[in-house]
């Protein structure tokens, strides 16, 4: 099965099981490059098994990964907030002296929440550049997008978080409407995945 993509061909059927891919010049190229590359699914000139073949994203791998920059979000504030609250604890424990030996130990509570919090620091610098990959690589797959409205639509769901009732009223459409074309968006990003093998 042959896919085509705006009149280039971009793979032939060897056999049965397998397609050989072929890098057609297209003005798309540099812009379907990085955006496969960034979904980590680029694989060029070489045949492709059946179980390579299948790796090509679905709709729904599609939709998630769109999600994935909400995911990294949500990761961040529940950080943020774990954050503040092991802050909050550092200052509700107070240091006690003693001259008895081995001390009190709210000196080890608050060894131990400091170390808590350098933890949970570490960890919200890996989510705020997780978090920065992710906005890259669905604002990079949106624009591979031609229909403007369709990459508004993503756009708004994907990286402004909107509730579907809010792209709707927005843009002037029902929520159904909207349904509908978000669904058109996925599929022609999975075909324009697909042109690439």
């Excluded at 791998?61 to 949500?74: D, G, N």
């Excluded at 031609?146 to 843009?171: C, G, H, P, S, T």
């Amino acid at each position: 099965m042959a896919h085509k993509c705006k009149g280039c061909v971009w793979s032939r059927q060897v056999s049965e099981n397998k397609v050989y891919c072929r890098r057609v010049n297209c003005v798309k190229e540099n812009r379907f490059r990085s955006v496969i590359g960034m979904l980590g699914q680029v694989q060029h000139g070489h045949q492709l098994s059946e179980a390579e073949s299948a790796a090509i994203p679905t709709t729904d791998e599609i939709k998630q990964r769109l999600k994935s920059a909400w995911v990294w979000q949500k990761q961040l504030e529940a950080d943020l907030q774990m954050l503040q609250d092991l802050r909050d604890l550092a200052e509700q424990i107070t240091p006690v002296y003693s001259l008895a030996p081995g001390g009190g130990c709210n000196n080890d509570k608050l060894g131990g929440t400091v170390a808590k919090m350098a933890d949970v620091e570490m960890s919200i610098q890996s989510d705020i550049k997780m978090l920065t990959e992710a906005l890259a690589a669905t604002r990079a797959l949106i624009k591979m997008l031609d229909d403007e409205k369709l990459q508004l639509i993503l756009f708004k769901r994907y990286l402004n978080y909107q509730r579907w009732e809010v792209i709707a009223a927005d843009l002037g459409y029902s929520w159904q409407y909207i349904h509908k074309m978000h669904s058109k968006a996925l599929q022609e990003l999975k075909e324009e995945i697909e042109c690439e093998y």
